[in-house]
């Protein structure tokens, strides 16, 4: 059975950055898609971006600020966050799944408990 954790969050300030990780375990993640949500209070869970194989795919709220990233020799996803707004605070929750149809889209298989990511304006 996988696990996935997510770590790397804190309070950042607006224009600032933060570099979220999500160590896999249990099992090989190279083969699957890896994704990350988030999930702000009172709203629901979005998926902001996700790798599969090389391809790079970014919601539009985030694309040119956040890159994604993989480590396949360390099971390790990466979420970089740049140009940090308010809007990005958050839970990130980072997500592994097994076929990739899209960020809206896709089921999700595993599933990390997330990490908090605040920012301060």
């Known amino acids: 059975q996988g696990q996935l954790v997510e770590s790397g969050g804190g309070l950042a300030q607006a224009g600032g950055s933060l570099r979220l990780s999500c160590a896999a375990s249990?099992?090989?993640?190279?083969?699957?898609?890896m994704g990350w949500s988030r999930q702000a209070p009172g709203k629901e869970r979005e998926s902001v971006a996700a790798?599969?194989?090389?391809?790079?795919y970014y919601a539009d709220s985030v694309k040119g600020r956040f890159t994604i990233s993989r480590d396949n020799a360390k099971n390790t996803v990466y979420l970089q966050m740049n140009d940090l707004k308010p809007d990005d605070a958050a839970v990130y929750y980072c997500a592994a799944s097994r076929g990739y149809y899209g960020l809206g889209q896709t089921i999700w298989d595993y599933w990390g408990k997330g990490t908090l990511v605040t920012v301060s304006s």
């Open positions: 249990g099992r090989t993640f190279s083969s699957y898609a």
């Open positions: 790798i599969n194989w090389g391809n790079t």
